[in-house]
Structure formats: C-alpha cells, structure tokens
C-alpha cells in the first residue's frame, strides 16, 4: 500500500504568493527552486518526475493554478507522476468574485486524476493512499473560517430602504464595461463619500482621491455602510471589511458580492443610484500629495509625475498587483484605464495590452511591473506602433513587503540588460524609497 505525505516531496518549484508563501514548512525534505513563472515552474517539475524525482510545483490562488495545466496535462498522457499545490483564499469566499479567487478544482478537474483539499493547520499531517498523479492538493487559509456566508439577493426597494436606514453611506465605483462618470459626478452632488477607482472611468471626479484616504475614513468611523457598483473593488478596503462587521450593498451584474456577507443585486442598472437620497456626508481632505516630493524615486512620484505629462483622455493599460494600485493613489486627471481584474493574475498583461492597442487608432500607454513583463516577454516579439510600454523595474515583487512578506522571488540583483524594442522604457524604482512612502502613507 503506497502512502503519500508532502513531507515526501523531493523538489520542489516554488512560485511565491500571497497565498503559499506560508506553506514552505510543509516540505521539510524538498530541495526549493524558486521561479518566476507558474508555466515554466510546472515544466521543470515535470522534467524532475522524468528523471525519477519525486516533484512538485507550489503556487498561490488565481490564475497561477490555470499556468500549470499544459504540463499536467503532458503528465498525464505521458504517464509521468505529476503534484500541483496551490495555496488558496478561504473556502468562505469562494464563489462570490472576491479577488484572485476562482474554482481551482474546476480548473483541473478535467486533467488531474485525484483532487485533495485540505486546511494548511492540517496539511502537515495529511496522508493519501494509495495516491493518483496528476494530483491536485488545495491548501486552504485556515482563517476566519467560522464567518457564514449571508448574502442576500436584493431589488431596487431594498436599496432605498437600505440607504435610508443608515447615516454615513460610502458609494464605492469599481470597474465595469464603460464609464461610470456621469453617475459618479451626479452622486457627488448629494454627498462627499463618494469613492471611484481608477479602472471606473471616473477617477478625476472623485471626493475621496484615494485609497490611503479611504482607509483612513474608514478608521476613524466617517461611514458606517457601503453600497458597492461595478466589479470587484481594488481597493484594500474590501478585505478589511470582509472580516469586520459592516453593512454592505452591491450593485454588481455577475450577481457577486466580492465578501462572505452583505447584500446583492444582479438584475439593477447602475443608473438606480441617480434616485437614491443619501444622508449628506461632508469630509475634509487630509492627503497630503507633498510626500511624494520626499521620495524622488519611488514609484508613486514616478507615478505623479508621468500621469502629469500625460494628455488627458489617454488609453491606458495598467498592469496588476502594485502598479495599478500605485496609479490609483496619484491619478488626478481624466483617463481611459483598463486592466485585467477578474481574477488579477500578472500573467498575459503585455498581451492584453497589445490586443487592445491592435483595437484601437488612438495611442495606447501600458505600465507593468518588471515581474509581469517577465512573466510575458515573448509578447515584444511584435508590438503595434500605436502601443508605448514602461516596466517598472524595482527588483521584482514588492507588494509583498507591504504586507510583511520578504521572499526569494524578489529579483534582487538581477537587472532587465535585456534588448527590448524602442517602444518599451525600462524605469529604474527605488523599492527601499517606495516602502519608506508606503509605510508615511500608511501612518
């Protein structure tokens, strides 16, 4: 009777995340190889199973989970033990669009032969006989998992009521397929906790100009419920709420709540919040834009300055992770911003961009972090003349340190001296300046 345990895992290709950066323990006898991308990772656990070694690849949630199928899929036809681990968000969001949550088992149900799903406060000692390859095993983040999901389908009357019956409503604009400007603007008229993220077209009209000072609101008690209209939010906001107790409203046409609780409604126009009477809520700014002068070589003042220059109206793709959200914080001016955001993979970004550029006469401006221009560099191979694409080189995956995570997947040293067309700028970002600003941000 064969028993298998990941403390059996020999190698081990580890792409780090938010997600399973925690799960390094639960391989005491595997050699890591740390790798950029989720697709070239599985390969090279593959080519170690060729050779007899018992291998795996780690990941985190999203998008990274789909990355491996091709080689699973080689695995099996080819007979050859394959092991995915993805680390995962709690099972009490799944299924509602929270961010980089999609169904992993869904993903690989038609390839993997055993699917295995497992809380990380368990994996250690998680034991499968008899084993079939390819193996999925999910790890679950074992936190907050007593909250039940409560949410509600709700209708045009609800959201009066729900509305009416509270003092200090935050409107928070996401994206969506369009502009949400004309509505962002009306709304303003009625109160001043009014919130439109970049990517809702209607950024440059908003009272609350950007996450810092969202969070701070939220701190010190400015609104105490939020109606939600778009697509899952950016904003760090949305998390923090998903494990406090506030009410929520969502006005989102996938019929998704993006939390564990709150109410929803798939079936209403977003133009519903134009006939709505919200107490009025008055706040005045404290952001102070002068501390981007502080730090010349962060990306925020790379940000601040380059959105400046830029004619209003521009086309512009905004890569995931910290450049999206660094854009958000500065942006002050009237721009066309998209993005992939369904499920927030860094996977494809440059490739997205090129297709919307190859759909579009105008010119088109496309920011991506070093790591998401690694991740599809196969891309420059042919870039449309009405397409300019910066990379933002900090030495790779800082978001992480914000959240308190220093892992080996930082590009520490190693330089983009690679030949890239004329239409890519490499720019050079101080990571120690720009935590320095994150964390004056964050005070």
């Known amino acids: 009777m064969k028993i298998f345990k990941l403390g059996d895992i020999q190698k081990l290709y580890f792409c780090s995340g938010a997600r399973n950066h925690k799960l390094k323990s639960l391989f005491p006898n595997a050699t890591f190889h740390y790798e950029l991308d989720e697709r070239s990772a599985s390969f090279k656990a593959l080519g170690s199973s060729m050779a007899g070694e018992l291998a795996a690849v ?204 709150g109410q929803v409604c798939s079936d209403l126009e977003f133009t519903s919040i134009a006939q709505l009477n919200p107490k009025r809520g008055k706040f005045s700014s404290s952001f102070n834009r002068e501390v981007f002068k502080k730090y010349p070589e962060s990306q925020w003042s790379w940000f601040q300055n380059w959105q400046e220059v830029l004619p209003e109206d521009s086309v512009v793709y905004l890569g995931n992770s910290s450049v999206i959200r660094d854009f958000e914080t500065v942006q002050t001016k009237k721009f066309r911003t998209y993005g992939n955001r369904g499920a927030n993979g860094i996977d494809g970004q440059l490739s997205s961009a090129i297709g919307l550029a190859n759909s579009m006469t105008e010119k088109v401006f496309c920011v991506l972090g070093d790591l998401t221009f690694l991740y599809d560099i196969g891309a420059c191979m042919e870039l449309p003349s009405n397409l300019e694409v910066y990379v933002l080189d900090n030495n790779g995956g800082r978001i992480f340190e914000r959240v308190g995570i220093n892992d080996e997947t930082m590009l520490e040293g190693k330089k983009l001296n690679m030949n890239v067309p004329e239409q890519v700028h490499i720019v050079k970002i101080s990571p120690e300046q720009t935590l320095e600003c994150f964390r004056e941000l964050m005070s």
């Open 58 to 261: 780690c990941v985190t949630s999203g998008t990274a989970v789909s990355e491996c199928l091709s080689a699973m899929v080689e695995a099996k036809y080819s007979d050859i033990p394959f092991i995915l681990v993805s680390g995962d968000r709690p099972k009490r969001l799944h299924g509602t669009g929270a961010a980089q949550t999609i169904d992993h088992f869904g993903a690989s149900s038609n390839i993997a032969s055993q699917q295995v799903e497992v809380l990380s406060s368990d994996a250690g000692a998680m034991e499968i006989v008899e084993p079939e390859f390819p193996l999925h095993i999910n790890v679950l983040v074992d936190k907050y998992l007593e909250r039940a999901n409560t949410v509600v389908e709700s209708n045009l009357n609800e959201l009066k009521d729900f509305v009416d019956s509270h003092e200090r409503t935050l409107f928070l604009f996401s994206h969506a397929r369009g502009s949400l400007r004309e509505l962002v603007m009306a709304l303003k008229k009625k109160t001043d906790f009014v919130y439109a993220e970049t990517l809702s077209w209607a950024k440059d009209q908003s009272p609350i100009t950007n996450e810092f000072e969202l969070l701070k609101m939220y701190r010190d008690g400015y609104f105490d419920s939020i109606v939600r209209i778009g697509h899952t939010p950016l904003s760090k906001l949305w998390r923090v709420v998903d494990t406090e107790e506030i009410d929520v409203f969502s006005i989102d046409p996938r019929g998704l709540s993006a939390l564990s609780h």
